[in-house]
């Protein structure tokens, strides 16, 4: 699961906290100062705790408390604080930037374990059970090790390769390792061999080495171990993680309720550069990818693992809704948007791993989901509720069942007109009596693209984890027998008159109709502006039986989310790394990348889903291993490589088997996305470029290696103002496997593309237009038009890609600079009032008045405007004026993609008709 400082959703319905914000908080006066290294610091000093001494001193006049020092130069050098006094932000934070030696200023951002909407919070997440630790069981027969098969960890188990020698370090909740299936302990040769806690349970400042969490609020970092490593025991459920040779360290960073801040992260990540950690986990997340320029030390930190050869492994995120209509590019969460992380996504389980079997008052098997079957075979009467998100239908529920501990409450989920989900049961706290047992069943739903099918999504099983709903067991019945259960109980007379019998244990697995599918809830890249590939791989996700912290309730979960697929990857490059231990970041993750399998769409098979949904595919870490064919890169963005060449990649093949191979290239393309979206378009269509190489086929004698060039062409008739993105493969064939290197880029140059929306048409709006509002009149220059600044005027100026810089600068209107687009005749002959002041400034060589607006850094695409009752410009050394009245012109200009600032030709222009100001 994914921590955000922008609260979406990493975890699915299995695991929920409170809900929070879209946008992240800050804590109050509160913030990370980061200090300059020794060589840099004035004065010189000897000594990394002499740099934080020295700081206090000098910041002796501010009231603070210190909530965490950083003294690793190598990571970061600094202090977090959080001030005590009555100075405001807006006093505090000039203060701090002028002591000398700091380096930047950053406030303290909250983080927390997001949740998908419609999903409230635990009932009680400090539940928690530390004396006697329990560990419940249950037989049967079922495929627990589906999520192995489906990446090839199983095959690489059999051959005895489980991550010896590797130590991953995890940012997390902490672990419960009392549980037997991750050694019963913790510190040097145990599983959980070391690691710390910067948080207590309840969520003050911690520096402990101690990272125990027994709060089944807390539970995610241990399911998330259990993932990575965990061992089948006797009393547990037959499963092993990933890499369950590997050495774990926990960094307990995240409290019972599910919330950090960001200087704890930070504190976390440097004990884990300590610790020498061969990969980071991390389930966290700081929000959407920033463009303000501000320092974001965390991003620093994870490029500075990375660097210094400590791969970061981070989930995508749970942002991403399930429809084939949602706008859903772009939705990852830093610090999965870092060039340097390997972004995750998640693909769900082939099978539920926990099904059970009752049998209802009319000899009907009805089949359900659970971790642990109820044990009630004499039977239980049931209930149903109207809506089981209603808190009031629970109430009434409640005072009018007669024996509440032999009466199941059942619920619909996914129901017609209702947006209520399995895991989403209303609240009963206003009730006196606390339900037993609960029941969601889904119903009959419809594929949004296919009628004839039901939604692979919301027909399927779902469960919470354990404790979500306090003491109370759930379950959950899918659509199938939904259907069932509602007939029966309807023809049975309803409550009073219809029982469920649980007497059997034994459980089964059951398919999954999304199954090796990208799972609804897992979010897209690929990274703003740049166009890295985000994620890079994807793993299963959803619907994972793992560990969790041990007690009454079991000591087993079943939880979704990007959350499960990161420590399922982080365990696979265990694998690699562990085989090829001088390989570079880079190269394993070539490995997994080129061996991962891409996965079709789930809403139509017939076309792959988008790279930017699903990275290279589903990963293959047996492939990664045993390929004798290594490929790079693993990916690569269609773009701009400069302002004349687009969309070309060399890529490299060496044969490390002992004989000659054959290899054919070839082309797949895979989903078209645009970010804007048309009501009830699809965000993925069959809409695909071609690529050409300089030779399709080639022979590689053993133990050499080749490149060959491939160049790819976009597709054509597209609208980049839609912000659209295309996607596709490069498969590498030989006589034994088949590879794949992912893509993805805008389907038009960055550089060459318009800028500056133009719109002519008699039939619309014109664009870009200047009017003004003489006598109330709103009348549009397109010539020369007269203004009474007074009386003001104002203008419409849309853009249509991201810019570095949009500008409006006052020309005098004989000006004989050249633009891109003009806004009158330019064969038209026009008399000249000239200004009675001189121009003074120049802007591309030209004379200027000066500006009206200039915007600097990242800028939307948006219908920019100036609405003016003056003639105040800006002049290049800053100073304001009136440039009165005389003929003008507005020169529009959109810095490109790419381009320089101040170079004309690297702008998309706009030069408009004459601004008349004269006087009323």
């Not at 772009?330 to 390997?342: D, G, L, N, R």
């Not at 990857?569 to 790394?577: E, N, P, R, Y």
Request: proline share 6%.
């Amino acid at each position: 699961m994914l921590f955000f400082l922008c609260f979406s959703s990493l975890l699915s319905s299995s695991f929920a906290s409170n809900a929070f914000q879209s946008t992240s908080t800050a804590l109050d006066k509160a913030y990370i100062i980061q200090l300059a290294p020794e060589t840099e610091f004035s004065g010189s000093l000897s000594r990394r705790d002499a740099h934080i001494t020295t700081f206090h001193k000098r910041a002796a006049s501010i009231e603070y408390d210190v909530r965490y020092e950083f003294k690793n130069p190598d990571v970061f050098l600094g202090v977090s604080i959080q001030a005590t006094g009555n100075a405001s932000d807006e006093e505090l934070l000039p203060q701090l930037k002028a002591i000398s030696g700091v380096e930047s200023v950053s406030r303290v951002y909250s983080f927390g374990i997001p949740i998908l909407p419609n999903i409230s919070a635990p009932m009680d997440p400090m539940l928690s059970y530390s004396d006697p630790p329990q560990l419940k069981t249950a037989a049967g027969a079922g495929n627990l090790g589906s999520s192995l098969q489906m990446g090839g960890v199983d095959k690489l188990h059999a051959r005895g390769i489980k991550g010896k020698g590797i130590k991953i370090g995890v940012v997390d909740t902490g672990v419960d390792y009392r549980h037997p299936a991750l050694g019963g302990g913790f510190g040097p040769g145990h599983k959980i061999a070391g690691g710390a806690s910067f948080i207590t349970d309840d969520g003050n400042v911690a520096n402990s080495t101690d990272p125990l969490t027994t709060c089944y609020g807390g539970g995610h970092g241990t399911h998330v171990a259990g993932i990575l490593g965990m061992d089948s025991v006797p009393g547990g459920f037959d499963i092993v993680g990933v890499a369950p040779e590997s050495t774990i360290y926990m960094y307990k960073a995240l409290d019972c309720a599910g919330h950090s801040v960001g200087d704890t992260i930070i504190s976390a990540l440097s004990q884990a550069y300590e610790d020498k950690v061969d990969i980071v986990s991390m389930s966290i997340g700081a929000g959407t990818q920033s463009f303000s320029g501000a320092v974001d030390p965390l991003a620093n930190i994870t490029k500075k693992l990375t660097d210094a050869g400590i791969a970061v492994i981070v989930a995508m995120a749970n942002d991403a809704a399930g429809t084939p209509y949602a706008p859903n590019l772009y939705s990852e969460q830093w610090p999965s948007t870092e060039t340097t992380a390997i972004g995750v996504g998640a693909i769900s389980n082939t099978e539920f791993p926990l099904v059970y079997s009752a049998e209802d008052s009319t000899g009907t098997t009805i089949q359900y989901a659970s971790v642990y079957p109820l044990n009630v075979s004499d039977g239980v009467d049931v209930y149903l509720l109207d809506n089981g998100c209603d808190s009031n239908d629970w109430t009434t529920a409640l005072s009018t069942i007669k024996d509440i501990n032999n009466t199941i409450i059942a619920f619909g989920a996914n129901l017609a007109g209702q947006g209520c989900k399995a895991t989403s049961a209303g609240s009963w706290a206003e009730s006196s009596i606390t339900p037993v047992y609960i029941m969601a069943y889904n119903g009959p739903t419809t594929n949004p693209v296919n009628s004839s099918q039901e939604d692979p999504y919301l027909s399927a099983y779902d469960t919470p984890s354990q404790g979500f709903f306090g003491t109370t067991q759930f379950i959950n019945v899918n659509s199938v027998y939904g259907v069932e259960f509602t007939s029966n109980y309807a023809s049975s007379g309803g409550y009073g008159k219809y029982k469920l019998n649980f007497k059997s244990s034994n459980f089964t697995s059951a398919p999954q109709p999304s199954g090796g599918l990208m799972d609804y809830y897992s979010d897209f890249g690929p990274t703003w502006h740049d166009y890295t590939l985000k994620p890079q791989i994807s793993a299963p996700g959803g619907h994972v039986l793992s560990t969790w912290p041990l007690g009454p309730l079991g000591g087993y979960a079943i939880l979704s989310g990007t959350s499960m697929a990161t420590p399922y990857i982080s365990g696979c490059f265990a694998l690699v790394k562990s085989q090829f231990p001088g390989a570079t970041i880079e190269e394993v993750k070539n490995r997994l990348q080129v061996t991962a399998k891409p996965t079709p769409w789930v809403f139509d098979s017939s076309i792959l889903a988008a790279t930017p949904q699903q990275g290279a595919g589903l990963v293959n870490a047996y492939d990664a291993i045993f390929s004798t064919s290594v490929i790079s890169p693993g990916q690569f963005t269609v773009t701009d490589i400069s302002h004349t060449e687009y969309g070309t990649a060399n890529i490299t093949i060496e044969n490390t088997s002992g004989s000659s191979k054959s290899y054919s290239l070839s082309h797949q393309g895979a989903g078209y996305m645009d970010y804007t979206l048309e009501y009830q378009e699809k965000n993925q269509r069959a809409i695909y470029g071609t690529a050409a190489f300089s030779q399709s086929s080639i022979t590689i004698p053993a133990g050499q290696r080749s490149s060959i060039h491939v160049s790819v062409t976009p597709p054509s008739d597209i609208d980049p103002s839609k912000l659209p993105v295309f996607s596709g493969y490069i498969n590498i064939v030989s006589d034994d496997k088949d590879l794949h290197i992912p893509y993805v880029g805008p389907p038009y140059s960055l550089f060459n593309t318009p800028y500056i929306k133009i719109q002519n048409s008699t039939s619309s709006a014109v664009f870009p237009r200047i009017w003004s509002y003489n006598q109330t009149v709103s009348t549009v220059d397109t010539g020369v038009l007269e203004f009474v600044a007074e009386n003001g005027f104002g203008s419409s100026l849309p853009t249509l890609q991201w810019t570095r810089e949009f500008r409006v600068d006052v020309l005098p209107a004989n000006t004989t600079v050249q633009a891109n687009n003009y806004g009158f005749d330019k064969d038209a002959e026009y008399e000249y009032r000239s200004s009675a002041f001189t121009p003074n400034s120049t802007v591309f060589g030209h004379e200027s008045f000066g500006t009206l607006t200039v915007l600097l850094g990242y800028n939307w695409p948006s219908g920019n405007g100036i609405f003016r009752s003056d003639t105040i410009v800006t002049g290049s050394d800053g100073g304001k004026w009136a440039v009165g009245n005389g003929d003008y012109r507005w020169l529009v200009s959109a810095l490109r993609w790419g381009g320089v600032s101040g170079v004309l030709g690297d702008y998309d222009t706009w030069l408009g008709p004459v601004v008349r100001f004269v006087s009323k």
